[in-house]
């Protein structure tokens, strides 16, 4: 496996944690289990971060002359990372939104 597969797998891998743990915790809310889904929403938060940190890897190198290959797997690995933000931010609101209304 080169280097951007390995940089491409751990984003996807970290993204869809997170991505299943923001879910989580819309369900943990929902139940009223607000510490749960607070919980599940920090775990979430770190492994965010941790794709992030993958991709920056990316970035860093194209920055300084390394061109990147664009393969089906990175873009699937964006894809990931974008759709766990996405789900962060609702997950978030639903939160609060559950939190005003239970």
Request: glycine share 6%; charged share 25%.
């Amino acid at each position: 496996m080169n280097g951007l597969e390995q940089i491409s797998f751990e984003i996807i891998s970290a993204a869809g944690m997170a991505r299943s743990l923001y879910i989580e915790s819309i369900q943990s809310a929902k139940k009223g289990l607000f510490e749960e889904a607070k919980k599940k929403m920090e775990e979430g938060k770190e492994l965010f971060i941790q794709g992030h940190h993958a991709h920056a890897q990316l970035i860093q190198k194209e920055a300084v002359g390394e061109n990147t290959t664009v393969t089906l797997l990175l873009v699937h690995a964006e894809d990931q990372l974008m759709s766990a933000e996405t789900f962060g931010i609702l997950a978030s609101e639903f939160l609060d939104l559950y939190q005003k209304i239970i």
